[in-house]
């Protein structure tokens, strides 16, 4: 245990994800050296982004305004809407740009283990926005993009079942092999997956 | 496929120890509790299957926050160093000539040992857990490349555990809805899992009998697999054309069972029903006896317990050294000590036609019948050439 102050911004550092009781510590005392002006930056960095940015009304992304960047966009796409578990996924698709369509963040995916159902995602707001409303009128595709893995297959059922009798359409990005990968040293689960989702080439 | 050279660190009662291994027979002597058995365990874990004797937490050394293993090991032409760090609760990282290995199916794919030491009459008697994960190593030695079906499938069922644990608190229409995706999910992973559990299965029953056979001098050694969701007719057929199991067939029976025992599920807030609760069922049958086949578990005597272990580890042993074009490390532990003389004699004839084998015994003149080779002597986590 450290001087009061000193082990509460320990305490603090060490709730945060990825970091540990050891790196929490080191970080501490990096900041305890460190000039005054440079830690006042650090913690009103913090304060700034807490006052300044919340979440896109629309879309759940994060946003400095009320809407987001890419709902106030009127270039984009407003027919297909990418659904995604978190804001650092619609980072990693625009910088494709392949995709010119709106986005939903979903804020996680379906998994029982963490105690996290459908109804602590921002499911009910999505499908508010596919009943057609002033900022999306004509959605005609949703595109699930949750993660690969079990939970975000999971949630990419689960949205499924419940936007496809309203008769739209409703596509989960392809998995499968890496491109510049070996198809050798596939693993069977992933290898599987491409097979389901192979696709016709050529004529 | 053969270990030179193994480094343990922190790994059982080592705190750092070196042994150098020959191509051949290796005889790891010294009395009892000073680490031989755990010598072993570390040449068993360079294949990135985990601890055969228990969770792998109990592989660091007390006190020590992780264990490292470094080996040499030589498959076919390759020269390959390998290097695990085994971190309870956090996983084990591998890596493969000092680059990041992508996961440990990767390490299967280098080096594969067959172990069998005296806990291995379990295997015959004992929980259906232990018969399930022989199983189901097999499918990742056979084919590391399968690595993934495993943890899909558990992963899977501990997220259904969870749901269906969850459902009583939880308001009840919402729970059913996701209910659904989770039944999806488990009926693809458990039929994957299965697939791969019957192909293999099948492939291993003529190895196994062949090697009963040859043991007993006799007999006959029956394996199948019981299951309360797949019919006898189904896994007959699977058996017999491993080659034409349909997924699709074995995810739809899973899917039915299920839905039989939902309410039941429901109730008790778990998964009842799929291949963690499946089984491998032994039978024999004993030369000049009208009895027909028995179930292993309950009618064999100590000695048919042992043959019949035996008969499936060697049997795995001729499997994968078919399958992989060269033989796997034989590991046997403390083994020629149980057996009478003329399985003594038949087991030390294997030990030879094997490529490496490592044997362990408290007392020398036990191994002497294997055969003569390199010696190291362990005297209370140290190691020296004898």
């Not at chain 1, 993009?145 to 496809?164: D, K, S, V």
Request: charged content about 25%; hydrophobic content about 40%; overall charge negative.
């Amino acid at each position: 245990m450290y001087a009061g102050p000193v082990q509460r911004l320990i305490d603090e550092l060490a709730r945060l994800p990825g970091v540990g009781p050891k790196s929490a510590q080191r970080v501490a005392f990096y900041l305890l050296k460190i000039p005054t002006a440079e830690a006042t930056r650090l913690s009103e960095a913090i304060v700034e982004v807490k006052e300044k940015v919340h979440l896109c009304r629309i879309c759940f992304n994060v946003s400095d305004e009320d809407v987001c960047e890419f709902c106030r966009d009127g270039r984009r796409d407003r027919s297909i809407i990418c659904v995604v578990q978190e804001p650092p996924d619609i980072v990693a698709i625009e910088r494709t740009r392949e995709y010119k369509g709106l986005f939903h963040v979903l804020q996680g995916a379906i998994s029982p283990i963490e105690g996290i159902g459908p109804e602590d995602l921002r499911i009910t707001e999505l499908l508010g926005r596919l009943q057609g409303n002033a900022s999306d009128p004509q959605v005609s595709e949703v595109i699930v993009a949750t993660n690969p893995n079990i939970e975000g297959e999971a949630t990419a059922m689960y949205l499924a079942r419940l936007i496809a009798p309203s008769g739209l359409k409703v596509t989960r990005l392809a998995s499968g092999l890496p491109v510049g990968g070996d198809l050798e040293y596939a693993d069977e689960v992933t290898l599987g997956r491409a097979l389901e989702g192979r696709r016709v080439i050529g004529g | 496929m053969r270990v030179d050279r193994l480094v343990l660190e922190d790994f059982r009662n080592y705190t750092r120890a070196r042994a150098e291994f020959d191509p051949g027979l290796n005889l790891i002597v010294g009395r009892n509790a000073q680490g031989k058995t755990n010598l072993l365990e570390g040449i068993y874990c360079l294949s990135g299957l985990g601890s055969p004797r228990g969770p792998d937490s109990s592989l660091v050394r007390e006190g020590a926050e992780r264990a490292l293993l470094h080996a040499e090991v030589a498959r076919g032409e390759r020269r390959i160093e390998a290097d695990l760090e085994i971190r309870p609760g956090r996983g084990t990282r591998a890596l493969i000539n000092k680059a990041p290995a992508p996961g440990l199916g990767s390490l299967s794919e280098l080096i594969v040992s067959v172990f069998f030491g005296p806990d291995e009459l379990s295997l015959i008697k004992g929980s259906p857990e232990g018969r399930r994960r022989f199983l189901d190593d097999l499918v990742v030695k056979v084919r590391p490349t399968r690595d993934g079906l495993r943890r899909e499938w558990e992963r899977t069922l501990k997220q259904r555990n969870a749901l269906l644990k969850s459902a009583p608190r939880a308001a009840g229409k919402q729970v059913l809805e996701t209910l659904e995706v989770w039944d999806e999910a488990l009926c693809r992973a458990g039929a994957a899992l299965t697939a791969a559990r019957l192909s293999v299965l099948a492939d291993l029953m003529p190895f196994v009998a062949k090697r009963y056979e040859g043991i007993a001098g006799g007999g006959e050694i029956h394996l199948t697999y019981d299951s309360s969701w797949l019919t006898g007719d189904l896994v007959m057929e699977s058996l017999a054309h491993p080659r034409g199991i349909d997924q699709s067939v074995l995810a739809s029976e899973l899917g039915e069972s299920i839905e039989k025992i939902r309410g039941k599920e429901l109730e008790r807030g778990m998964s009842l029903v799929g291949p963690q609760r499946d089984d491998v069922v032994i039978q024999l049958a004993s030369e000049g006896s009208d009895a027909g086949l028995l179930d292993a578990r309950l009618f064999a005597s100590q000695g048919e317990q042992r043959t019949s272990a035996l008969a499936l580890k060697l049997g795995e042993f001729d499997l994968l050294a078919e399958v992989l074009g060269e033989q796997p490390i034989l590991l046997l532990d403390d083994v020629f000590s149980e057996l009478d003389p003329s399985r003594r004699t038949w087991l030390s004839d294997a030990v030879r036609a094997a490529g490496q084998a490592v044997l362990t015994s408290a007392e020398p003149g036990a191994i002497e019948a294997a055969g003569s080779g390199n010696v190291i002597e362990v005297v209370s986590g140290q190691l020296r050439a004898g």
